[in-house]
């Protein structure tokens, strides 16, 4: 038997996020009914469908922000169900939630430095130079009070105090929402770049041909249960899932 032989083959490694048979109520009102879904290290994955569909609650509940009642999330195959927020982001998941809510009384770079947290995992911590290097309006407004930033500005400003948790995995809520097309531009410009960098990223958007453009795989959610998922040549090729899914 030669050495090649003899090595026990690797165990294969679980997804970066697992969601099984996920259940989320909002008091007796059920909204998620069994969602499954699962993202890579280094994948980019957009969720979709129409409002009310229950994607900020998957989210919330991946976060935390919700209990889950029925089945699991799991980070790199540990279970994230008894954990509270700030643990599932200390164990690398970043949230830019819908709406911004950046501390309207702080600095940018306050803000910024807030958030800040030595990262555990492999792989450059991100600084705040490199925050204002991905958004140098950034630090042009560096001594801004949050409350006084644009839209975009707070946006920019968001994404950045995700960043700077140094997460593996950045959930982004809506993150063009309400904003200038040339702002929107900028932050797929950052969605983009931040992928290239090798970050997980879980994308809900409205715009569908963007989402296409950058991830690798789509979830479609129906009354709180997914109802495809597929990659974005295999969306692309089926307009009419598109249109009966997502009304476009
Ligand atoms: N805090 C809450 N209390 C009670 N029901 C809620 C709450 N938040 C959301 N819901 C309900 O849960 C369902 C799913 O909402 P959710 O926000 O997850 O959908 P969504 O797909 O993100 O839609 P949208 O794009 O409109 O945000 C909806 O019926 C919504 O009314």
């Not at 900020?56 to 699991?72: A, D, E, F, R, W």
């Not at 164990?91 to 430095?113: C, D, K, T, Y």
């Amino acid at each position: 038997m030669n050495s090649e032989q003899a090595r026990p083959a690797a165990a294969p490694q679980p997804p970066l996020l697992q969601l099984n048979s996920v259940e989320t109520s909002y008091g007796d009102s059920k909204v998620l009914f069994g969602v499954n879904l699962e993202i890579e290290a280094g994948q980019c994955v957009a969720l979709l469908g129409r409002n009310g569909m229950g994607k900020s609650t998957t989210v919330k509940t991946i976060m935390g922000l919700q209990p889950c009642m029925q089945g699991h999330v799991k980070l790199r195959g540990s279970s994230l169900n008894r954990l509270r927020p700030h643990q599932i982001a200390h164990a690398g998941i970043g949230l830019v939630p819908e709406g911004r809510r950046v501390f309207p009384n702080l600095s940018v770079r306050e803000n910024l430095v807030a958030t800040a947290r030595q990262s555990g995992r492999a792989g450059p911590a991100w600084s705040l130079g490199d925050i204002y290097a991905l958004f140098p309006r950034l630090q042009e407004r560096e001594h801004h009070l949050g409350c006084n930033l644009s839209g975009g500005e707070q946006q920019m400003l968001a994404i950045g105090r995700a960043l700077m948790t140094n997460p593996e995995l950045l959930i982004l809520d809506e993150a063009t929402e309400g904003l200038a097309p040339i702002v929107r531009k900028d932050i797929w410009r950052c969605i983009v770049l931040l992928k290239s960098r090798g970050l997980a990223l879980l994308v809900i958007d409205k715009n569908l041909s963007a989402l296409m453009r950058v991830a690798d795989r789509h979830y479609i959610l129906e009354k709180g249960v997914v109802v495809w998922s597929g990659a974005s040549e295999e969306l692309h090729a089926n307009p009419d899932l598109v249109h009966h899914y997502i009304g476009m």
